[in-house]
């Protein structure tokens, strides 16, 4: 059905008339332009209660330095303490408790062991079977002894004696070609 030009018009003014009626009934969320500033008002009285503190203001310049003042007198000597003397310690040990060291003794006399000595004493103790083998046992922790004297880096600021004293005690052990 076709509406005349009449009918839509008056439609059009009906839907703006209640339009405009519920507009007016509720009030608008959608704000309007600004309006202009107002003129001031007269001033009023001063107020008694307090307001809140401001902020601290900044520093201002230092002044200027005075002179220094003269140098007061000395007080008087104050009293002595009281002190309680502490517990007698232990007599010393015959100079085994001393860390200052002795006076350097004489160097010892170089030995000379013969090959023929060592083999009177091997023989003299193996005279039984059950020193005979104690005694293997400790020539061979001594040849033990011998090869980790000889690869010992702390030996090594005595090098030429360590030497000489390995190749005399291998001597010992292992028989001349």
């Known amino acids: 059905m076709k509406l005349s030009i009449e009918s839509r018009i008056a439609r059009l003014e009906n839907m703006f008339q209640e339009g405009l009626e519920k507009a007016l009934a509720e009030p608008s969320t959608v704000p309007g332009p600004q309006g202009r500033p107002g003129r001031d008002g007269a001033a009023?009285?001063?107020?008694?209660?307090?307001?809140?503190?401001?902020?601290?203001?900044?520093?201002?310049?230092?002044?200027?330095?005075?002179?220094?003042?003269?140098?007061?007198?000395?007080?008087?000597?104050g009293e002595p303490g009281i002190g309680v003397p502490?517990?007698?310690?232990?007599?010393?040990?015959?100079?085994k408790d001393s860390i200052v060291p002795g006076p350097q003794g004489e160097p010892g006399k170089d030995s000379v062991v013969t090959l023929e000595e060592i083999?009177?004493?091997?023989?003299?103790?193996?005279?039984?079977a059950a020193?005979?083998?104690?005694?293997?046992?400790?020539?061979?922790?001594?040849?033990?002894?011998?090869?980790r004297?000889?690869?010992?880096?702390?030996?090594?600021?005595?090098?030429?004696?360590?030497?000489?004293?390995?190749?005399?005690?291998?001597?010992?052990?292992?028989?001349?070609?």
Do not use: C, M, W
């Not at 390995?166 to 028989?175: D, E, I, M, S, T």
């Open 44 to 77: 009023g009285a001063a107020s008694t209660i307090p307001g809140p503190a401001g902020a601290p203001g900044r520093d201002g310049k230092n002044g200027e330095r005075g002179e220094r003042g003269q140098r007061g007198e000395q007080g008087p000597r």
């Open 86 to 95: 502490g517990e007698r310690g232990l007599p010393g040990q015959n100079g």
């Open 119 to 128: 083999e009177k004493l091997v023989l003299d103790l193996l005279g039984s």
């Open 131 to 147: 020193v005979r083998d104690e005694v293997f046992l400790l020539f061979a922790k001594t040849k033990r002894e011998i090869t």
């Open 149 to 177: 004297v000889e690869g010992d880096h702390r030996y090594q600021r005595v090098d030429p004696h360590r030497r000489e004293i390995v190749a005399r005690l291998r001597g010992v052990y292992q028989p001349e070609d």
